[in-house]
């Protein structure tokens, strides 16, 4: 299928499980949707291929694997191919202590010819489109011509698409969450590449917090991702197939939506998922509410009792 990622949601782990995804295309069907990051490492030795599991309804949807063995991205990018996915995404953006001990994430922005033999590699092994997700430089590698010859090497690989988050990384001294949130955005830079690179497709990732910061955008470059605001206030996707993409605005409530979410834990539930992980999902529904922080508290004591078919009622009429 062709992608249209005009918008789609990031990566974020122990965030966008397959749980999170299945309750998030029920609110948009045209968003793209992303996996946690995958480490290829724990595809091949540990036994995890459970990490690829997914519901046909999240379709379009991506996996994002992290590596930086052209070999094992190629056998992980076969296995993604085999599952169904839409897209692979190669994680060369973040900047965990545990991620650059494992040599892959945004340290690899300082191995480009690398970067662009794992994506040649795995673009080889597969019939799906592979994408790059970066950061803007790394540490003191963060003047523009930096991030342009990055971009030039890479796409000589043939990816034409890249995800950039707007800020660079910073290797040591700050923690992940630190990462996304202290180095200064800058989005000239990603306007720029499009500017530079007019025939690829560019993603701008960071800061980016509602619809009509979105649609500003896109007037500069051909998507945008959304992470933590996307989870947060998971409704505000209830507008984005209109707003976005300008399909006709179909109605949908939250307590429509939670019916049918709260339909798909109790299935899941009795296959072995832990209802806790799926429940953690909806904090977010109500928020901007006035009853919002109710609905939390809600949910919590149930994700607490273990108790859904007891409490469901209760939960739905708080929505």
Excluded: W
């Excluded at 991205?73 to 076969?78: H, V």
């Excluded at 994680?91 to 994506?119: H, T, Y």
């Excluded at 976005?244 to 049918?260: F, G, P």
């Excluded at 999902?281 to 273990?306: C, P, Q, T, Y």
Aim: charged residues 30%.
């Amino acid at each position: 299928m062709s992608l249209d990622r005009r918008f789609c949601v990031a990566p974020m782990m122990r965030y966008t499980d397959m749980h999170e995804r299945f309750f998030l295309r029920l609110i948009s069907k045209k968003a793209v949707l992303y996996t946690e990051m995958i480490s290829t490492g724990a595809l091949i030795h540990g036994n995890c291929d459970y990490q690829l599991d997914f519901n046909k309804e999240e379709h379009p949807v991506a996996v994002q694997f992290g590596g930086s063995s052209p070999q094992e991205l190629s056998q992980c990018s076969i296995k993604a191919e085999k599952k169904g996915y839409d897209e692979i995404n190669l994680n060369i953006g973040c900047p965990s202590e545990r991620v650059q001990k494992g040599n892959f994430g945004v340290c690899l922005m300082l191995e480009p010819d690398l970067v662009a033999e794992c994506a040649s590699k795995m673009r080889n092994s597969v019939d799906i489109p592979v994408t790059i997700k970066c950061r803007t430089g790394v540490d003191d590698n963060d003047d523009y011509e930096f991030l342009k010859s990055f971009i030039s090497t890479v796409k000589d690989s043939g990816v034409k698409t890249f995800i950039i988050h707007a800020r660079k990384g910073i290797l040591k001294g700050l923690s992940p969450r630190q990462n996304r949130n202290i180095p200064p955005l800058n989005y000239q830079k990603v306007y720029s590449i499009k500017d530079d690179f007019p025939e690829l497709e560019i993603i701008i990732n960071g800061g980016i917090k509602t619809i009509s910061e979105a649609k500003n955008h896109l007037t500069y470059v051909d998507g945008v991702m959304l992470g933590r605001a996307a989870y947060d206030d998971p409704f505000m996707l209830s507008d984005i197939d209109s707003e976005i993409y300008s399909n006709t605005k179909v109605e949908i409530s939250r307590k429509d939506l939670l019916t049918e979410y709260l339909n798909y834990v109790h299935l899941m539930t009795q296959k072995g998922y832990d209802p806790k992980i799926m429940l953690k999902h909806v904090f977010g529904l109500k928020k901007g509410e006035k009853d919002a922080k109710r609905f939390r508290v809600k949910v919590a004591e149930i994700m607490n009792s273990s108790s859904l078919v007891k409490n469901k009622d209760d939960l739905l009429s708080m929505v």
